[in-house]
């Protein structure tokens, strides 16, 4: 299975990596986000670690029964060869209706298919005031038009 844009990535190619990582995390739907990561693919989030793509759908799926009303903006900081950074910021109320922004850096690292087989992720939360959100987009896939991380001075 390949999944392109395929190493060694451009500018171009890593932003479109980022977008179509973007956009499944925003479906929340584990098993689609799952194929994206090779089947042995190795996880830190946060202080959990994770492996393989049975253990990437359970913790998705925690995440999400979590994670509210889950909306998500990745933006690339670097890339390399099979190698990209970025950075990210989401938000998310928990059942309380208590509002956060979650920010983070994650390194990604990819198969020569595209598919990542690592992927580290450094994330603290904020707690906001629903005032202060800035992701009111319908649930799902950002719209082309809404401003990315750095627009928004995130």
């Known amino acids: 299975m390949s999944r392109p844009p395929l190493p060694p990535f451009t500018l171009e190619t890593a932003t479109q990596k980022a977008r179509l990582a973007e956009d499944a995390w925003n479906s929340r ?5 799952s194929l994206a990561y090779t089947e042995d693919s190795a996880w830190r989030n946060r202080a959990e670690f994770v492996s393989g793509r049975k253990e990437i759908v359970g913790f998705l799926a925690r995440k999400w029964a979590r994670e509210l009303d889950y909306r998500l903006i ?18 998310w109320r ?5 509002w956060f922004r979650s920010y983070g850096n994650e390194n990604w690292e ?12 450094s994330i603290n939360d904020l707690p906001i005031s629903e005032s202060e959100r800035k992701y009111h987009w319908p649930l799902g896939r950002r719209p082309d038009n809404h401003p990315g991380l750095s627009e928004l001075g995130l």
């Open 29 to 33: 739907d584990p098993e689609r986000v």
């Open 74 to 91: 990745k933006e690339v900081w670097t890339w390399n060869e099979n190698r990209i950074a970025v950075r990210f910021a989401y938000e």
């Open 94 to 98: 928990d059942d309380s209706d208590h």
């Open 110 to 121: 990819f198969d020569a298919a595209g598919l990542m087989r690592r992927r580290v992720a």
